[in-house]
Nanobody
Framework: QLQLVESGGGLVQPGGSLRLSCAASGRTLDHYAVGWFRQAPGKEREGVSCISSSGGYTSYKDSVKGRFTISRDNAKNTVYLQMNSLKPEDTAVYYC????????????WGKGTLVTVSS
């Protein structure tokens, strides 16, 4: 069974940066697409970014394009989300999810990590 654990969240000032990690155990991530989602208080969960198993395909929510970068290191069984120029509206619990064969079918989920952007 694939298990995912997010880390790297925390409190950061507007304009700051954080790097989230999604570490897998139980299976290797090589064949899995991995996505990042977020849920702000009182709002529905939304997709933020996704990366294919090979890393050759990435996608981003419009509001994070140019600020967030998704990447993966299959040797470390980890996917990252580098978040720069953070805004208060990026405040949310961030989740990673994985699935086969692609970003349209992500059925393994982590428990999330909280990102708070505030001065």
């Amino acid at each position: 069974q694939l298990q995912l654990v997010e880390s790297g969240g925390g409190l950061v000032q507007p304009g700051g940066s954080l790097r989230l990690s999604c570490a897998a155990s139980g299976r290797t991530l090589d064949h899995y697409a991995v996505g990042w989602f977020r849920q702000a208080p009182g709002k529905e969960r939304e997709g933020v970014s996704c990366i294919s198993s090979s890393g050759g395909y990435t996608s981003y929510k419009d509001s994070v394009k140019g600020r967030f970068t998704i990447s993966r290191d299959n040797a470390k069984n980890t996917v990252y989300l580098q978040m720069n120029s953070l805004k208060p509206e990026d405040t949310a619990v961030y989740y990673c999810a994985a699935g086969i064969p692609g970003c349209h079918l992500l059925n393994y989920w982590g428990k999330g990590t909280l990102v708070t952007v505030s001065s």
